[in-house]
């Protein structure tokens, strides 16, 4: 479970102020508290449910196993992004979309190769017997890889979900994950359409406390969400080495009593012969026969 959300800390924050009036989205209405000096202000109220539903989806996802993909190439939003993303150990992209980073996820992954094979070359030696000139373009071809990709090096395949700053800059990014079904969080202004995305957090996405304070939150909550996933790997681990050490008694184990063994001493055997003489065994009619016998009695 995610922590509350407190109003006050985000109206501090900023988180309420949207944009210029005449440039406001319709669809935002529901997310919108009021008007004044020209500008929008966006309900707080339904800022901080939207964050503690979203809060409580990505957790889960984390739970589970899977990455999130942070996407903020605005230069306000960059620096916190980055801090925040690698606080939660999640991949991000802050600089230039790449066209086709999850429509064409294959090439991208081939180009974080070419920067693997790079840094192997430098171990083995191989990138010393090159000239100069091919030492330099290969050392540009990774700071440029590094620049764009460096940041996804460990994402092995698709997110489970996209954190957006400002829908309508990473419109690409939004329509690629529509494409692909990766369900969208983000941060919605009132000059956004919410119905791009299916968590939308209404708040400012232009003032760098107001993306500070959000993503901040954001960040938490898929920590607490992988800390939740390493606990129940541990126990099931713990109870695993349990039952390995708990001693298994199978039906071979339980010792039975052992069957006395018939005496072979003549004398005995001559005792047992005439014991048997003596008793005289009832058969089956006979025993009823007697029980009806003494009913009547």
Sequence with gaps: MANKVEVKELLDAGVHFGHLTRRW????????????????????????AKMQEAGDALAKIAASGRKILFVATKKQAKEIV??????????????????????????????VKKMASIDRMKKDGTFNTLSKKERLQVDRLRAKLEK????????????GALFVVDITREHIAIKEAQKLNIPIFAMVDTNSDPREVEYVIPS?????KSINKVVSYVADSIVEGLSERKASKESKKDKSEDEEKEPKASKSAVKQPEAEAPSKDAEDKKAMKEAKKDVKLESKKETLDKASSNEEE
Excluded: C
Excluded at 148 to 159: A, F, V
């Design 204 to 208: 400012n996405d232009d003032a760098s």
């Design 25 to 48: 989205n319709p669809n935002m209405a529901p997310y919108i508290y009021m008007e004044r000096n020209g500008i929008h202000i966006i309900n707080l109220y339904k800022s901080a």
């Design 148 to 159: 764009n990709l460096g940041s996804i090096s460990e994402m092995s395949r698709l997110p």
């Design 82 to 111: 980055a801090e925040q993303a690698e606080k939660a150990n999640m991949p991000y992209i802050t600089e230039r979309w790449p066209g086709g980073m999850l429509t064409n996820f294959v090439t991208i992954r081939r180009a």
